[in-house]
């Protein structure tokens, strides 16, 4: 939930409506919870849960295979898959671009703990386009302080810079 | 499938929910350093460690969420955290 | 200004400039970041009110009570079953005549046991004599707490108010809100004005016993105030527009409505699904509004008649189900257009956090134009 309020905060940072929602849904093997946003130009009133992404940030793999994480995707989607495994190909449909990132690694060197939030919200701003840095980097500012804030801020740039590369 | 009257449920269905996959670190026993003290088993707060039959103790990686407290109570440090490949 | 934050943030956030000087709950899901939010607020001295921390929902609402009848602005805020524990004291509250705001974060009640949203939970204390307010989104759940309170507190009024808004879809959601400033709420709701209290040197006694020859003429009188409260809730509503911008003076709010065939009526967040509906199959066509009821109790009746006038269908969304007949908001729209011709359908929706889309809102109006309803809408039937 934190890592899709800090993507509607830094869209709405950077000039669009933007909500973003938790589904608790139930206990089930390894998912424990998903977590929705949309941004627009205009003030968003829909609140039903989201049934065709253009994205989808995927934070524990090991949920594909027991989830259909990529249902409703369609050509010209993007996907951020936390994956130590550059060679990741499954179950994705026709056309959705997939970007790998070892989030948890760069979250564990730059946080010391394994959340990885703040490190895939660079990757999807990187891969998407949708975001920039500044606001991203305004948004992590705004949820964190101190040096807690430069160590989020450092996580998600590598990220970005990383994707950026790929992208 | 029909629905019992009253959202009533037969025992067992906790068992049926494997909490392992939300893990990012397991622990790794080694029996060879094990005192068989029980301390990893009697702190683990989802009661997944069990003995074995040669009395040292090993982990049910289906339901071990790696919280690591084995690890920190294990006064022979015979226990240590290791990630796992995702 | 818009600042983007989460709804349960916003209501504590509103709820502070309200300067209540009591607050008094007990934590439950999905109202807990309120109070979490406010208890933080009194401790870092942000509000001028004692924080007083309860066993229970019963016990929270009773603090209140004795609060409010000492002269205090107060405030709570729960949801489901702490609300169906405070049951006994919502009664009494009212009947003292006590002008308390508490949130609703909406959400079932059980069993079986479900923490997700529907509208049950408040809906089951329709006839307790609080006033019953409907958001749509976070922005309105803010600025309904600044009217409950000017309602409230009006002398011709002094009834307590839930301000009711949907568990997780509002309570959980991050989106843009534009706060009053404290001045600005100062500007518009006035310091708390007690009508009469507790005091020490003029001593009262609340809520005494009634005989037969009396129970019934305090019970008329609460009823007579809570009718007085439309006109009240208009006023202040548009008093409200006047400072703000954003009019609140209607009971109810039309959607398209103009030429329309077939109407929509609902409550609460799920409105906000319906207008994209509506947008949609109005494109297509299709001579499609929406009535969204602001205020449960009082029960706007004559407004929904008149709103309604025109249409040949209504098709009455209900997040809850008075079990045996229906839903509760179906009921009370087939009674307000009794002999006007228009076929009114129910239908029961999005029980225990069901998830309603756009295409289901286009799937009940298809219904609705073959003249089928009163039922379960979604239901899987699989399981049954």
């Known amino acids: ?167 | 499938m029909a629905l019992r009257v009253g959202c009533a449920a037969a025992p067992g269905k906790a068992r049926e929910n494997k909490t392992g996959a939300w893990r990012v670190f397991k622990p790794v026993f080694d029996p060879e350093i094990c005192t068989k003290c029980g301390m990893c088993a009697l702190v683990c707060p989802e009661g997944c460690i069990r003995e074995t039959e040669e009395g040292t103790f090993e982990p049910d990686l289906d339901y071990c969420k790696g919280c690591g407290l084995c690890v920190e109570v294990c006064p022979k440090k015979a226990i240590r955290m290791e990630k796992e490949e995702k | ?384």
């Open chain 3, 1 to 384: 200004m818009l600042e983007f934050m989460e709804g349960s943030h916003a209501v504590a956030e509103i709820v502070k400039r309200c300067r209540p000087q009591v607050i008094s709950a007990y934590p439950i899901t999905p109202q807990t970041h309120i109070v979490e939010d406010l208890a933080q607020m009194v401790a870092n001295c942000e509000i001028d009110a004692e924080y007083i921390t309860v066993e229970s929902e019963f016990s929270a609402l009773s603090a209140c009570l004795g609060a409010s009848a000492a002269g205090s602005r107060v405030y709570s805020a729960t949801t489901s079953q702490g609300l169906a524990l405070m049951f006994e004291v919502c009664f009494n509250v009212a009947g003292m005549r006590q002008p308390i705001v508490m949130t609703i974060a909406n959400r079932s009640l059980g069993a079986p046991l479900s923490i997700w949203n529907d509208q049950q939970d408040s809906i089951s204390l329709r006839d307790s004599g609080w006033l019953q307010f409907y958001a749509e989104d976070n922005q309105e759940t803010a600025d309904l707490h600044m009217i409950a309170y000017k309602v409230c507190e009006d002398h011709d009024i002094l009834l307590p108010a839930f301000v009711c808004f949907d568990g997780f879809i509002l309570t959980h959601t991050f989106e843009p809100v534009s706060l009053p400033t404290q001045e600005e709420v100062d500007a518009y709701l006035p310091a708390f004005n007690p009508y009469q209290r507790l005091d020490a040197e003029n001593p009262l006694s609340f809520g005494m016993y009634a005989t037969p020859d009396y129970y019934m003429e305090f019970r008329y009188e609460v009823d007579r105030a809570m009718q007085r409260a439309k006109q009240a809730f208009v006023k202040a509503g548009r008093e409200f527009g006047e400072q703000f911008g954003r009019d609140y003076s209607g009971l109810v709010e039309g959607y398209r409505l103009e030429d329309a065939d077939t109407a929509l009526v609902a409550m609460g967040s799920i409105c906000g699904t319906v207008k994209d509906a509506v947008d949609e199959m109005r494109e297509n066509g299709r001579k499609v509004g929406l009535l969204k009821i602001r205020t449960y109790r009082p029960f706007p009746a004559q407004e929904i008649a008149d709103a309604l006038k025109g249409v040949s269908k209504v098709a009455v969304l209900d997040k809850n189900i008075s079990l045996g007949n229906g839903g509760a908001v179906g009921i009370e729209v087939k009674t307000a257009l009794y002999g006007s011709g228009i076929s009114v359908y129910d239908y029961i929706i999005a029980l225990g956090g069901r998830d309603v889309r756009k295409r289901d809102i286009a799937a009940i109006v298809d219904l609705a134009e073959k003249g089928k309803g009163d039922m379960f809408y979604g239901l899987r039937t699989e399981v049954l």
């Open chain 1, 1 to 167: 939930m934190t890592a899709a309020e800090l993507i509607a905060y830094a869209a709405f940072e950077g000039g669009v409506f933007s909500q973003a929602f938790p589904a608790f849904g139930v206990e089930r093997r390894g998912a424990p919870v998903q977590a929705f946003v949309r941004f627009s130009d205009e003030k968003v009133r829909l609140r039903s849960q989201i049934y065709e992404p253009d994205y989808i940030i995927v934070q524990d793999p090991t949920l594909i295979g027991d989830v259909d994480v990529f249902k409703g995707m369609k050509a010209g989607g993007i996907a951020i898959v936390n994956t130590e495994k550059s060679d990741f190909d499954s179950g994705v449909p026709e056309g959705v671009k997939v970007y790998t990132i070892d989030a948890t690694t760069i979250a564990l060197e730059e946080l010391g703990v394994p959340i990885t939030n703040t490190t895939l919200m660079g990757a999807f701003a990187a891969a998407t386009g949708e975001i920039g840095l500044e606001p991203l980097e305004h948004a992590l500012r705004s949820r964190f302080s101190g040096s807690m804030a430069d160590k989020n801020v450092k996580a998600a740039e590598r990220a970005y810079n990383l994707i950026g590369g790929a992208a």
